[in-house]
Nanobody, 125 residues
Framework: QVQLVESGGGSVQAGGSLSVSCVASGGTFSRYGVGWFRQAPGKEREFAAGISRSGGTPYYTDSVKGRFTISRDNAKNTVYLQMNSLKPEDTAVYTC??????????????????WGQGTQVTVSS
């Protein structure tokens, strides 16, 4: 079984930056595609960013393109999400998820096999 633990959440003012991390254990991390999802108060969970097994194919939802950067360090079993130019609408619980599948749809939650507990990111005006 794979366990995912997020860290790095916190509060930041609009325009600032924050980085969150997802550390995996219990499996072969390099075999998993990893996605970051977020859920704001009163809204549905949405896909934010994803990264392939090799780290060479990042994916982003339109609302974060140009501001967020996803990366991974397989030697450390860690995926990072660097968030720049943060906006109040970025406020959400950010959760990482891993998929053991090859073919998958990044934004489809059912394609992921393991989920972390989430970390709160709050962006103030």
């Amino acid at each position: 079984q794979v366990q995912l633990v997020e860290s790095g959440g916190g509060s930041v003012q609009a325009g600032g930056s924050l980085s969150v991390s997802c550390v995996a254990s219990g499996g072969t991390f390099s075999r998993y595609g990893v996605g970051w999802f977020r859920q704001a108060p009163g809204k549905e969970r949405e896909f934010a960013a994803g990264i392939s097994r090799s780290g060479g194919t990042p994916y982003y939802t339109d609302s974060v393109k140009g501001r967020f950067t996803i990366s991974r360090d397989n030697a450390k079993n860690t995926v990072y999400l660097q968030m720049n130019s943060l906006k109040p609408e970025d406020t959400a619980v950010y959760t990482c998820a891993a998929s053991v599948r090859g073919p998958m749809a990044w934004g489809r939650v059912y394609d992921y096999d393991y989920w972390g507990q989430g970390t709160q990111v709050t962006v103030s005006s």
